[in-house]
């Protein structure tokens, strides 16, 4: 019977009972929320560094565009023809190739779309009507071993000589 009271008398106390009982699991708590705390700290402190260089540069970029001339519409157009020229290269020699897929054809095209229409550089090339007629109507093929991508394509290449030619004109008039 002796062997029992033993027994009892020292088993751990139940979790809230008796004076300072639960007082480790308050430190332990605490060891783990100040770590948390510091790192929110950190964060919060270098989000606010990252806007404020953020803020800096678009002010400095906002400037620079000041300084800069602009360039005139027919410039711009000029850069935006020769960007599309390239572009309807690398279309065609695609659209020509046996071992490229169509597929990437066609995100070449779709690009090319979405690029003219939100950015409209003069409204009287119509750049966009002349782009759909090019990927609809445009089966030209150079020869089978034919290496220079220029051989390819005829209405791409007479689209792009009358947009040159609108452009060379509004320079004039400018």
């Given at each position: 019977?002796?062997?029992?009271?033993?027994?009892?008398?020292?088993?751990?106390?139940?979790?809230?009972?008796?004076?300072?009982?639960?007082?480790?699991?308050?430190?332990?708590?605490?060891?783990?929320?100040?770590?948390?705390?510091?790192?929110a700290?950190?964060?919060?402190?270098?989000?606010?560094?990252?806007?404020?260089?953020?803020?800096?540069?678009?002010?400095?970029?906002?400037?620079?565009?000041?300084?800069?001339?602009?360039?005139?519409?027919?410039?711009?157009?000029?850069?935006?023809?020769?960007?599309?020229?390239?572009?309807?290269?690398?279309?065609?020699?695609?659209y020509?190739?046996?071992?490229?897929?169509?597929?990437?054809?066609?995100?070449?095209?779709?690009?090319?779309?979405?690029?003219?229409?939100?950015?409209?550089?003069?409204?009287?090339?119509?750049?966009?009507?002349?782009?759909?007629?090019?990927?609809?109507?445009?089966?030209?093929?150079?020869?089978?071993?034919?290496?220079?991508?220029?051989?390819?394509?005829?209405?791409?290449?007479?689209?792009?000589?009358?947009w040159?030619?609108?452009?060379?004109?509004?320079?004039?008039?400018?």
């Amino acid at each position: 019977m002796n062997n029992q009271n033993d027994h009892w008398e020292n088993a751990p106390e139940p979790r809230g009972g008796g004076a300072g009982a639960g007082d480790g699991d308050q430190w332990n708590y605490a060891r783990l929320l100040v770590p948390m705390l510091g790192l929110a700290a950190y964060r919060w402190i270098w989000e606010r560094w990252c806007q404020r260089e953020i803020q800096e540069v678009k002010v400095q970029y906002a400037k620079k565009l000041h300084e800069e001339p602009e360039f005139s519409l027919s410039q711009r157009a000029k850069v935006t023809l020769k960007e599309l020229e390239h572009q309807l290269l690398e279309r065609q020699h695609v659209y020509c190739s046996y071992t490229q897929r169509r597929d990437q054809r066609l995100e070449m095209e779709k690009n090319m779309l979405i690029k003219v229409v939100n950015d409209p550089v003069m409204p009287e090339l119509n750049l966009e009507y002349g782009l759909n007629d090019i990927f609809r109507r445009d089966t030209h093929c150079a020869d089978l071993l034919n290496s220079d991508k220029r051989q390819n394509g005829r209405l791409m290449w007479i689209y792009l000589k009358q947009w040159q030619d609108t452009v060379q004109k509004r320079k004039r008039a400018e």
